[in-house]
């Protein structure tokens, strides 16, 4: 394609299409632009979408503020999540997205607490878990919550966004439209190529067609019956096939951190939102019928009719190429590396801005479809990493990438965090998973070899007060939430 872009069809009517669509007319419709939706309106699956840190910027580029989000949404604050194994007997241990301590005496904080010295804390009747000195983790335990507050010891505080998923695809939807997308309720049945293998008019169940210079495809029909791109599979890692969601009303304080605790077959993922709670159980049909799935959650959640469960298949894997000639993949039909830590969102999100980044004020040309797609395949790399460590302590027998075992080998012998291009995990991020995976440093700093073990004991227990004085002055979430809402 050697001319400018001027028309763009979004094949698909999810959640991720709305997304995309919307991104696009933001950016380009000013343009010129045409964005067309192609696709019968499908039921959104019930369930809280959990954003990531992508979500900030995305709806910065669109223009939606966070409190007028959450106000007419329902919305709420996470901080972490919290991880724990019904195999297990150790206590639930808790990832912070934010960093845990400050470094003391130029040395990296999580030193202080290496298995040499914890050891050493021992012999004084100390205890120590990492948790125990990250702020946002004894906060969301306390039900308190701050944004980040600019040249204070709340600056670093980190924090992600949830949502009813089916508000939420309401609104981007609906936002979409009003900026001036089309919505065509016709399935695409089949395209026709032009002989540098672009595609150039879609054929439409109505029997109309529409030309197009660009597609996104969140259907799969473009990828998988006009392109024919195969998959490189990640079940080796991700070894869930199946899931089953369904909601429950919830009279608790809602919750900053999500749950997710490994079961004897499966895993089971909590979300809250005030006033509610989403479940959704991953596992295998090897392992566990879907029968023997709906008894365990209708144990669970015995208020709940049968009605409300929904089954869904899961697939883990990634397109060998995500962008071909004038066609990209997007949502479940570019890939999937699970909805653990990082959402099924964060790579449309990143797609979008990839694209846009490399497209605009440019003519499409290999070398832009080969930069998308090594950035690409690489960011889902790395989302592996999180989410095979996560699960590692969950199913002992799942293959790990070959640099996540780097990162754990590293990490276990030093305490360094191992860097990678593209990664999606700050380091401090890294350390707490790690740490919260049970991945602790051998030894500590050599720094910190002429400390004793009561100067270390006090600078932990200076922090821990810190913490608390801070914990203190914040509001609890649900009357911040509430006051959003008024305020609305």
């Known amino acids: 394609m050697n001319k400018p872009i001027q028309s763009i069809v979004v094949v698909g009517t999810d959640l991720h299409a709305w997304t995309i669509a919307l991104g696009l007319i933001v950016e380009l419709g000013h343009k010129g632009v045409s964005i067309k939706v192609v696709g019968r309106p499908q039921d959104e699956r019930q369930g809280v979408l959990s954003l990531d840190s992508s979500a900030h910027s995305f709806h910065q580029r669109l223009g939606l503020k966070e409190a007028s989000l959450i106000s007419t949404m329902g919305g709420s604050y996470r901080y972490g999540i919290k991880l724990?194994?019904?195999?297990?007997?150790?206590?639930?241990?808790?990832?912070?997205?934010?960093?845990?301590?400050?470094?003391?005496?130029?040395?990296?904080?999580?030193?202080?607490?290496?298995?040499?010295?914890?050891?050493?804390?021992?012999?004084?009747?100390?205890?120590?878990?990492?948790?125990?000195?990250?702020?946002?983790?004894?906060?969301?335990?306390?039900?308190?919550?701050?944004?980040?507050?600019?040249?204070?010891?709340?600056?670093?505080?980190?924090?992600?966004?949830?949502?009813?998923?089916?508000?939420?695809?309401?609104?981007?939807?609906?936002?979409?439209?009003?900026?001036?997308?089309?919505?065509?309720?016709?399935?695409?049945?089949?395209?026709?190529?032009?002989?540098?293998?672009?595609?150039?008019?879609?054929?439409?169940?109505?029997?109309?067609?529409?030309?197009?210079?660009?597609?996104?495809?969140?259907?799969?029909?473009?990828?998988?019956?006009?392109?024919?791109?195969?998959?490189?599979?990640?079940?080796?890692?991700?070894?869930?096939?199946?899931?089953?969601?369904?909601?429950?009303?919830?009279?608790?304080?809602?919750?900053?951190?999500?749950?997710?605790?490994?079961?004897?077959?499966?895993?089971?993922?909590?979300?809250s939102l005030p006033g509610r709670m989403a479940y959704t159980l991953n596992y295998h049909d090897q392992q566990l019928t879907d029968k023997q799935a709906l008894e365990m959650a209708s144990g669970l959640s015995q208020d709940l009719s049968p009605e409300q469960f929904e089954f869904g298949d899961l697939k883990a894997h990634m397109r060998v190429q995500h962008w071909v000639a004038n066609a990209v993949a997007i949502g479940s039909v570019a890939g999937s590396s699970g909805n653990f830590i990082f959402s099924e969102l964060f790579h449309t999100q990143t797609a979008l801005a990839r694209w846009l980044d490399l497209y605009p004020n440019q003519e499409i040309n290999p070398h832009l479809s080969a930069q998308y797609n090594n950035s690409t395949a690489t960011e889902y790399r790395r989302v592996l990493d999180v989410h095979g460590l996560l699960l590692s302590i969950v199913d002992n027998n799942i293959a790990l990438p070959a640099t996540l075992e780097h990162r754990i080998q590293l990490f276990a012998a030093t305490g360094n965090v191992a860097f990678y291009e593209e990664d999606v995990f700050d380091r401090h991020q890294w350390v707490n998973l790690l740490m919260a995976c049970g991945i602790w440093p051998q030894r500590c700093d050599v720094m910190l070899s002429d400390h004793s073990a009561q100067t270390i004991s006090e600078l932990l227990a200076a922090v821990k007060s810190d913490n608390q004085a801070l914990i203190a002055s914040m509001p609890s979430l649900d009357a911040l939430l509430a006051a959003i809402r008024q305020a609305a």
Not at 180 to 195: P, R
Not at 202 to 224: A, H, K, Q, R
Request: one cysteine or more; charged letters at 20%; hydrophobic letters at 40%.
């Open 84 to 271: 724990s194994n019904q195999s297990s007997h150790s206590s639930e241990r808790i990832f912070s997205y934010s960093a845990t301590g400050e470094m003391l005496n130029r040395v990296d904080f999580h030193q202080y607490l290496s298995r040499l010295n914890l050891s050493r804390l021992r012999l004084l009747a100390k205890e120590a878990d990492l948790e125990q000195y990250s702020l946002t983790a004894q906060a969301a335990l306390e039900g308190k919550f701050s944004h980040p507050a600019a040249d204070s010891k709340l600056a670093k505080i980190d924090y992600n966004l949830q949502f009813d998923r089916r508000r939420y695809l309401s609104l981007l939807k609906n936002a979409a439209m009003n900026h001036g997308v089309s919505l065509i309720e016709h399935d695409v049945v089949a395209a026709k190529q032009s002989d540098d293998g672009a595609i150039s008019r879609l054929d439409l169940t109505s029997g109309d067609s529409i030309l197009t210079d660009f597609v996104f495809d969140c259907s799969g029909f473009i990828f998988d019956q006009v392109l024919n791109i195969q998959h490189e599979s990640f079940a080796d890692t991700v070894r869930f096939n199946r899931c089953l969601s369904w909601s429950a009303s919830c009279g608790e304080a809602t919750s900053l951190l999500n749950g997710v605790k490994g079961l004897q077959h499966g895993c089971l993922v909590t979300q």
